[in-house]
């Protein structure tokens, strides 16, 4: 069984909503980038960062993608493929902001966060996360920037459906 938390339309707007919020209060976009993670933040972060590049027109604005494979702890078993990292400016000093679909565990996060010390010391860090999973947390990590925050359980799964454009909760799937 499945429920649908964002339609298309919902989707949207929350998008639209996050980039907003990213874009408010005096950005320093010289000072700011924006760094998606692999795999399943990338298309969330593209179309937030499309959206932040309509807001500010004329401005240029850096965004890279993070692989976190090598980096993960909860993950130990098999042979894993890394997906591609992409980040061809400097972070020392600046406002990094992480983007990512579904903050659930925490752990995502805090490989992300050991990651990018192999790309410099930023000044800040905060993260934009489309779904936080509030009461699943293992580690101290919480969104500086959300979509929606639901209450669900371990047996439930939360999917960012990007062919359909929607967000849903499948029950009885596994964490």
Request: aromatic residues 6%; neutral net charge; glycine residues 6%.
């Amino acid at each position: 069984m499945a429920r649908i938390i964002l339609d298309p339309d919902q989707l949207k707007l929350t998008i639209q909503r996050l980039a907003h919020q990213l874009t408010e209060d005096g950005l320093d976009v010289k000072q700011t980038v924006f760094i998606g993670i692999q795999p399943r933040g990338i298309k969330f972060a593209d179309r937030v960062v499309d959206q932040i590049r309509k807001l500010l027109p004329g401005q240029k604005v850096q965004y890279g993608k993070l692989d976190i494979t090598f980096y993960r702890d909860d993950v130990r078993d098999g042979i894993h493929l890394p997906n591609q990292t992409s980040i061809d400016f400097s972070i020392e000093g600046k406002t990094v902001i992480l983007i990512d679909d579904v903050l659930y565990t925490g752990r995502t996060i805090r490989s992300a966060l050991d990651a990018l010390q192999d790309f410099g010391r930023p000044a800040r860090v905060a993260l934009c996360a489309l779904i936080d999973r509030r009461f699943s947390r293992e580690l101290p990590i919480q969104p500086d920037f959300c979509g929606k925050t639901i209450d669900s359980i371990v047996s439930q799964r939360v999917i960012v459906e990007w062919e359909h454009e929607r967000v849903v909760l499948h029950e009885g799937a596994g964490a």
